[in-house]
Nanobody, 125 residues
Framework: QVQLEESGGGLVQAGGSLSLSCAVS????????TAWFRQAPGLERQFLGGIRWGRVFTSDAESVKGRISISRDSAKNTVNLQMISLKPEDTAIYYC??????????????????WGPGTQVTVSS
């Protein structure tokens, strides 16, 4: 089993930046990839970015393109998400996920086995 816990959510002003952290624990040797998703009310869960065997990959969706950075802190066993130029439409629950998806499926939420409880991010205008 792998346990995930997100932190760093809250209320952010439009135009500001966001920094979230995902603490990964348990049988981490059983996973290849840790990724970030988000879900706004009434919408599908959206892939944001991830790290697979140390290699970062991010979403090309126009809604987030160029605004996301993914990093890993090996000493703390965390995978971090930073997002800049926040907009009210970035309001969502942000989730951390982990698993061993095949390369062609690593942007799909159905490919991940483990999920954190999520952290709410609200962007005020």
């Amino acid at each position: 089993q792998v346990q995930l816990e997100e932190s760093g959510g809250g209320l952010v002003q439009a135009g500001g930046s966001l920094s979230l952290s995902c603490a990964v624990s348990g049988r981490t040797s059983s996973i290849s990839t840790t990724a970030w998703f988000r879900q706004a009310p009434g919408l599908e869960r959206q892939f944001l970015g991830g790290i697979r065997w140390g290699r970062v990959f991010t979403s090309d969706a126009e809604s987030v393109k160029g605004r996301i950075s993914i990093s890993r802190d090996s000493a703390k066993n965390t995978v971090n998400l930073q997002m800049i130029s926040l907009k009210p439409e970035d309001t969502a629950i942000y989730y951390c996920a982990a698993g061993s998806p095949i390369l062609s499926n690593q942007r799909s939420n159905s490919a991940y086995t483990y999920w954190g409880p999520g952290t709410q991010v609200t962007v005020s205008s």
